[in-house]
Nanobody
């Protein structure tokens, strides 16, 4: 079975940083594009970063460009999301997903093959 295991969430003050990790089990890691998505209470899920693990191509929506960085360590089957300059609006449950798409399509489509459980990020003001 494919499992995506997300971790790294927590409580941080405005302006702080967090790094999330997503470990992939049971899939050929380099074949997939991974994305980080978030959902805040009462809001729709939105993509925040996507990466092709085969060539490192990334995509970021404007809302996080310059603050968030997605990366992958193929030797560890892990995708990271480095989040800097966090704001209260970044408070959400963050989940990782995997699919066979380009990073642009990964971030702009909603339904994906595999999803991990979420990890809660809370940014205090």
């Amino acid at each position: 079975d494919v499992q995506l295991q997300a971790s790294g969430g927590g409580l941080v003050q405005t302006g702080g940083s967090l790094r999330l990790s997503c470990v992939g089990h049971g899939l050929i890691f380099r074949d997939y594009t991974f994305g980080w998505f978030r959902q805040a209470p009462g809001k729709e899920r939105e993509a925040v970063s996507c990466i092709s693990t085969s060539d490192g191509t990334t995509y970021y929506p404007d809302s996080v460009k310059g603050r968030f960085t997605i990366s992958s360590d193929n030797a560890k089957d892990t995708v990271y999301l480095q989040m800097n300059s966090l704001k209260p609006d970044d408070t959400a449950i963050y989940s990782c997903a995997a699919d066979l798409l380009t990073p642009y399509l990964m971030c702009n489509l909603s339904n994906h093959h595999y999803w991990g459980q979420g990890t809660l990020v809370t940014v205090s003001s």
